[in-house]
Structure formats: C-alpha cells, structure tokens
C-alpha cells in the first residue's frame, strides 16, 4: 500500500512540475525574432506550440506588444490588431 502511494505522489509531482513549467514558458519573453515569425505568419506553420505560446504571452506583456508594434511600425501594409487575435477556432 505504500508503495502505491509513494508511486502516486511521485506521479503527481511530475504533473505538478510540467504545468509549473508551462506557465513560466508563458512569461518568458519571446526572442524578437520569434515575433517578427508570429508577425510573419511563419510560427503557426512551423511551430504551432510556440504559435500558442506567443499568442498566450502577448496578452500579459506590455513589453512584447510594444515591440510587435514597433515591429508593425516597420511594415506599413499591415494591421496589428489581425496578429494580436487567435482566430484559430
């Protein structure tokens, strides 16, 4: 019996530690390369996990939206507010 329960505690430890990492994944800024592929359209093709990940941590960082303005800055042809919306659903 305590065998089991050490094997369960053990197993929800693991569980605990990945979505630990998961949400330090999200606050961890992306490289500005990553966002020029986000704001490229490149990243949901090539990497739907970090397509995710960019579309989660935009919506918390003042600091990346500024610089994926900047990046809009840049590219006169195109509207921010279609790279800030998911609309895979």
């Known amino acids: ?3 089991l329960f050490i094997l369960f505690a053990a197993i929800m430890a693991m569980v605990v530690l990945q979505r630990i990492r998961i949400i330090f994944l999200q606050y961890r800024c992306p490289s500005e390369d990553t966002l020029l592929r ?3 359209g490149q990243l949901r093709k090539r990497d739907p996990d970090a397509y995710d990940r960019v579309v989660s941590h935009l919506g918390i ?3 990346c939206q500024e610089t994926l303005r900047r990046i809009d800055d840049n590219n006169m042809d195109s509207d921010i ?3 800030l919306i998911n609309d895979e659903e």
Do not use: R, V
Request: aromatic share 24%; charged share 10%.
């Open 81 to 83: 507010s279609q790279h």
């Open 1 to 3: 019996m305590s065998f």
């Open 61 to 63: 960082c003042e600091t």
């Open 38 to 40: 986000y704001f490229n």
